[in-house]
């Protein structure tokens, strides 16, 4: 009979447990309890502690579940350091030419820039030189066309003079 109530009370849950906590709040001030209602009040106190133990016990898979979550998760973040690590000192060498290299760029553009200010300004300086000795050259050609008339105009002229000297000389005779 005693297991067929504790069966009975394990099968009505909340309402009958409420009352057997009732029954046995109120008991307790009584001095003497029948041994129905201490049989009740073991009853519950059992069930009362198996639950709370099952919770604990479960508390306890859910803690351990938790530990090697984190534990797994400590594992990848390691993982994951060392990766980030490897990658960095493999970035690293070049990173560091890389720089070396667009610093002798910059460099170079420095010293380009005045050069190239140089180049311009001596291209414009010869351009002018040019122009100015292709004048003179242009000057010159003209000045010796010039002497070239001028010498054979004065050979002509002078060779008439020797035809009426050479003429007179003649007619002297």
């Known amino acids: 009979m005693m297991q ?20 046995s709040g109120s008991l307790s001030f009584s001095s003497h309890m ?8 073991k009853s519950a106190l059992s ?11 479960k508390k306890m898979e859910v803690r351990e579940k938790v530990q090697l ?6 594992e990848e973040t390691k993982r994951l350091a060392m990766i980030r690590e490897e990658l960095e000192a493999l970035a690293d060498p070049m990173r560091k030419e890389v720089a ?12 380009l820039k005045p050069l190239g200010h140089t180049c311009q300004k001596k291209e414009r300086e010869y351009k002018e030189a040019l122009e100015a000795f292709n004048e003179k050259n242009k000057e010159k050609v003209q000045l010796i066309t010039k ?12 060779m008439k ?13």
Do not use: Y
Not at 4 to 9: D, L
Not at 35 to 40: A, P, R, S
Not at 69 to 74: A, H, N, S
Not at 147 to 158: A, C, G, I, P
């Open 47 to 57: 069930t009362f502690r198996a639950k709370e133990e099952e919770i604990e016990r």
């Open 4 to 23: 067929t109530e504790q069966q009975q009370q394990q099968q009505q849950p909340q309402p009958q447990n409420q009352l057997m906590v009732q029954n």
């Open 100 to 111: 070396l290299v667009r610093k002798k760029i910059d460099t170079v553009n420095k010293e």
């Open 69 to 74: 979550q984190l534990g797994r998760v400590e």
């Open 161 to 173: 003079k020797l035809e009426e000297l050479s003429k007179n000389v003649d007619t002297i005779h």
């Open 34 to 41: 029948s041994k129905e209602d201490e049989e009740m009040s």
């Open 147 to 158: 002497l070239m008339e001028l010498v054979s105009e004065s050979e002509k002229l002078r």
